[in-house]
């Protein structure tokens, strides 16, 4: 390995090894009669990203063996009909976790139509109940992408305990959970947003350097610690100069940054793949806990 490489995170590689494993889990309960597991996941609108994103989770439950149980919605939906087809999906013995894909549009009330969502069928633990389960360090549905993260940590033997970790970003989504996840994980943490003061000096103080802010390429090399990890949550669509067409990027500077650091997930290829492992893994442990 050249020295002054990071070592590449492959969370597709990991995600892969999530559905091999939940494949097994699936066929072994199958076997045995009894029906598949089944993930509920509810589109309003007809944004690409988020159309994009359901049809990953739906190829992915079909490849592991997850019923799908989805709907899409018309941009025009009401708040009413949303959260009736979400108490409907409560009550729905096929359905082990539901999920609304976020954002929703502008008229919708997000946070109303998550917590409608029965805690035990949280696919996302996004529900108040699954977040003061965190907080408090409890067995609860966890939030997806910050789970992917620990799964990658664990995976690599990356070990957290004392280490001084920084999130940038603190939406309910992603920055506060993960900062609970890795307190949780013993890291001494401080969390970043739109108004820290000296943001590079404090990201170069991180032994783990985890990036939610959604800005393309926003952390720079000289914004990070030598030998220190690096995980790059953010999802961004930016022209390439040279191409003129639409590609991916993460919230870190990967070329510059994997100079520097110890570890790095890259975009595509990274944490993405493990929110969706995440959210079937999820969905298995729901059913495998009514099952029981
Ligand atoms: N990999 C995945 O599966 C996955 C899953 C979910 C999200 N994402 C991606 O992750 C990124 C973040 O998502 P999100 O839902 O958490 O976004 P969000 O709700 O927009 O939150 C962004 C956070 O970044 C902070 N921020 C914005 N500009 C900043 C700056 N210049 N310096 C420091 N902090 C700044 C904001 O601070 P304030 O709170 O002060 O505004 C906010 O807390 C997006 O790119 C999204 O697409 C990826």
Do not use: W
């Amino acid at each position: 390995m050249d020295a002054k490489t990071a070592v590449l995170l492959d969370g597709k590689a990991v995600a892969e090894k999530i559905h091999t494993e939940l494949q097994q889990r699936i066929q072994t309960l199958q076997t045995q009669g009894k029906r598949p597991p089944g993930l509920a996941v509810l589109m309003v609108g007809d944004n690409p990203a988020s159309a994009a994103y359901v049809r990953n989770k739906e190829r992915a439950c079909a490849k592991v063996g997850i019923a799908s149980l989805g709907k899409n919605f018309p941009g025009s939906a009401t708040q009413a009909e949303l959260e009736a087809a979400i108490c409907e999906l409560n009550e729905d013995e096929r359905v082990d976790a539901i999920l609304v894909q976020l954002p929703l549009p502008n008229h919708l009330d997000a946070v109303a139509a998550l917590n409608k969502i029965d805690p035990n069928k949280d696919g996302d633990g996004l529900h108040p109940l699954n977040m003061g389960r965190l907080l408090r360090s409890e067995v609860g549905l966890r939030s997806c992408t910050p789970a992917g993260v620990m799964r990658v940590l664990e995976e690599y033997q990356i070990d957290v305990k004392g280490k001084q970790a920084v999130v940038i970003g603190r939406s309910i989504l992603v920055g506060k959970p993960m900062a609970l996840m890795l307190l949780e994980a013993n890291a001494t943490v401080t969390i970043a947003h739109s108004r820290t003061q000296d943001l590079a000096a404090l990201t170069r103080s991180a032994d783990i350097l985890v990036a939610a802010i959604g800005r393309p390429l926003a952390i720079t090399a000289e914004m990070v610690k030598p030998g220190a990890v690096v995980i790059d949550v953010g999802i961004n669509s930016i022209v390439d100069d040279t191409t003129g067409k639409n590609r991916l990027v993460g919230d870190v500077d990967f070329e510059q940054v994997k100079q520097v650091a110890g570890y790095i997930t890259p975009v595509p290829g990274g944490i993405g793949p493990m929110t969706v492992a995440i959210l079937l893994q999820n969905t298995v442990d729901s059913y495998c806990k009514k099952m029981a």
